[in-house]
């Protein structure tokens, strides 16, 4: 898992992830991911464009979405008490990010 760049969006109730990412190996990315961030993985969809998981993290509901064109996966949560989740997550994540942006 090769993490560049992580950038928390309050306003969105989302994490953005960039990194080296295959569409066509989305698992390869995403179960080290879940890993990482000790979340349990629920539901696995994808489409021709768009790969979205549902994890979850200590009863939290997230979405693990990945679209093809935008190159970026992120994190969501339709929920805006979930953004301190998603914070912590991050903090999860700086250790393997190569290059950050909050």
């Keep these: 898992m090769n993490i560049s760049q992580i950038s928390l969006d309050k306003e969105a109730i989302s994490l953005a992830i960039r990194g080296d990412i295959d569409y066509d190996r989305f698992d390869e990315f995403a179960e080290p991911l879940a890993a990482a961030l000790d979340c349990r993985v629920l539901e696995r969809q994808w489409g021709a464009d768009r790969h979205q998981w549902l994890l979850d993290f200590e009863g939290c509901r997230l979405w693990l979405n990945f679209e093809f064109y935008g190159d970026v996966a ?28 909050l």
């Design 74 to 101: 992120w994190l969501a949560s339709d929920r805006e008490e979930d953004f301190e989740v998603l914070a912590f997550l991050a903090g999860l994540l700086r250790p393997l990010v190569k290059e950050e942006t």
